[in-house]
């Protein structure tokens, strides 16, 4: 006995069924009567959606195996841990180092406390701790 052949799959572009639906619309007018949606004045930056706060930093060496690590430490307690991450983030992309969130506290490798400072500063935090 001959075992069943292997089925083939098309490979050959067939039309989307979607293609027809970009006509859809095409023949719906807008009703002239409909109101203006808000405008932003020119210029104005937008509001920023959390109110930073202020955090900490610290240099801390221990258990590291004598490396010095920037800790960003106490942040506002209504800040989600995805705005913290999304700040270490930047913070490490500003610093041009690693570092890792434990805990609520960024801890940024290397000592560079003033480029961590200006990062956070851009971000509207208020900076206190390592001058």
Do not use: N, Y
Not at 2 to 17: M, N, V, W, Y
Not at 85 to 94: E, G, L, S, T, Y
């Amino acid at each position: 006995m001959r075992p069943e052949p292997k089925k083939r799959l098309d490979t050959h572009a067939a039309p989307s069924p979607l293609t027809g639906l970009s006509d859809a619309f095409a023949g719906v007018a807008l009703p002239a009567d409909l109101p203006a949606g808000p405008v932003a004045p020119p210029g104005e930056a937008p509001t920023p959606l959390w109110k930073m706060g202020r955090v900490v930093l610290r240099r801390e060496r221990a258990h590291r195996g004598g490396k010095t690590v920037v800790v960003i430490d106490d942040f506002a307690t209504h800040l989600p841990l995805s705005v913290i991450a999304a700040v270490a983030k930047r913070v490490r992309a500003a610093c041009g180092c690693g570092g890792t969130v434990k805990d609520r506290r960024v801890e940024i490798q290397g000592d560079q406390p003033d480029k961590v400072r200006a990062a956070l500063e851009a971000e509207g935090f208020q900076v206190a701790g390592v001058k």
